[in-house]
C-alpha cells in the first residue's frame, strides 16, 4: 500500500517568513494529493490540492508543487501570519484506491 | 449544502464499555470514511463505506466495527473499550470517493477511563 513520509514535525518561523513543508510518497501510481489545514480544536479543511498531471498549483499565499519522478510534493506558505499556525496534512490517493494515506502531519508555529 | 455533522461531540467512558459514534455526510455524498486521530499518529484509517457497503478497511482489530445506511448516514462501533481507544474519531465524506476531497465533520472526542 500506500507510505507517506512527511517533513518537519514541527515548524517554528516568524511572522512574514515563509515556510515549507516536505512529503513524499511510495506509490508511483497515486495521482491526487491534498493538503489540510488543522486548526486547534477543528477539522480538517482543504487548503489546496494537486493531480499529477500539474507540476504546480498556486492559491494566493499557498503554493504547491509535485515532482512525479522523485515522489515528493511540497507545500509553501509565503507571508506567514499567525493565523496560518495549524497542523497540516499531506496525503496521497492512488490511482486503485478510494482513500487517501495521510502523513503524520506538521505543526506550523508562526510567531508574531 | 450543509456539512459534515457528528454526534456525540464529546463521550466519557469505561473500560470494557462500548460506544456508538454517528456521522452524517453532506447531502448526496454517498462515501463517509472513519479516522482515529491521536497526538503523534497523525490519521490513521478505520473504515470507508460506499452504498451500505463496507469497501475498504484499514488496520484495527475486530472491535471497530461500523454501517452505513441507505440514507448514507453512517456509524461506527466499539467493543470493549480499551484506555488506547481514547481519541478524536473524524468521519469524511466524498461524493463518491475516488480520488476526491473529503470533507471532515468536527469528530468526536472520546475519552475512556
Known amino acids: 500500500g500506500e507510505n507517506v513520509e512527511q517533513h518537519p514535525s514541527t515548524l517554528s518561523v516568524q511572522e512574514g517568513d515563509s515556510a515549507v513543508i516536505k512529503c513524499t510518497y511510495s506509490?508511483?501510481?497515486?495521482?491526487?494529493f491534498p493538503w489540510y489545514k488543522q486548526e486547534l480544536g477543528k477539522r480538517p479543511q482543504l487548503i489546496i490540492d494537486?493531480?499529477?498531471?500539474?507540476g504546480e498549483k498556486k492559491d494566493q499565499r499557498i503554493a504547491v508543487t509535485l515532482n512525479k519522478t522523485a515522489k515528493h510534493f511540497s507545500l509553501h506558505i509565503t507571508e506567514t501570519q499567525p493565523e496560518d499556525s495549524a497542523v497540516y496534512f499531506c496525503a496521497a490517493t492512488s490511482g486503485g484506491s478510494y482513500i487517501p494515506t495521510f502523513g503524520r502531519g506538521t505543526s506550523l508555529i508562526v510567531h508574531p | 449544502k450543509a456539512g459534515v455533522t457528528q454526534t456525540p461531540r464529546y463521550l466519557i467512558k469505561t473500560r470494557g464499555q462500548q460506544v456508538t459514534l454517528s456521522c452524517s455526510p453532506i447531502s448526496g455524498h454517498r462515501s463517509v470514511s472513519w479516522y482515529q486521530q491521536t497526538p503523534g499518529q497523525g490519521l490513521q484509517f478505520l473504515f470507508e463505506y460506499f452504498s451500505e457497503t463496507q469497501r475498504n478497511k484499514g488496520n484495527f482489530p475486530g472491535r471497530f466495527s461500523g454501517r452505513q445506511f441507505s440514507n448514507s448516514r453512517s456509524e461506527m462501533n466499539v467493543s470493549t473499550l480499551e484506555l488506547g481507544d481514547s481519541a478524536l474519531y473524524l468521519c469524511a465524506s466524498t461524493l463518491s470517493g475516488n480520488g476526491e476531497t473529503q470533507y471532515f465533520g468536527p469528530g468526536t472526542r472520546l475519552l475512556v477511563l
Open positions: 494537486i493531480r499529477s498531471n500539474v
Open positions: 506509490d508511483s501510481a497515486s495521482n491526487y
